[in-house]
């Protein structure tokens, strides 16, 4: 499998996990040293892995709301051992952009850094 394919469905796991609010899928595609870093709330905020599943386990999930599925990657690029990949996230009344930074880790690609927004139409 190419590291574009690994990462897009990386990236898959990773969105589905968002809108079915499934803690186990998104635990597996983050390294457990990851950060998940925002300002969302006006002031910025810098949570670890554990932190931020606790905060998606607490919400209602997307699905669970009755929303679509709208959620997709933008961009994935890829730099030898390492990659970023770009998704717009439409969910809940909000509208996001992820910045994903992955490394690969004894040859399986983990995100290891989260930065989001909103998206600023």
Known sequence: ???????????????????EGDTRSLRSVFHPSARIEDVTTGRFRSRDVDQYLQAVASRVSPREAGEPLRMAPRSIEVVGEMAMVTAELRFLGNHFINLLSLLRCDGQWLITHKQFGPAGE
């Open 1 to 19: 499998m190419s590291d574009h394919q690994a990462l897009l469905e990386l990236t898959n796991t990773y969105l589905r996990g968002i809108y």
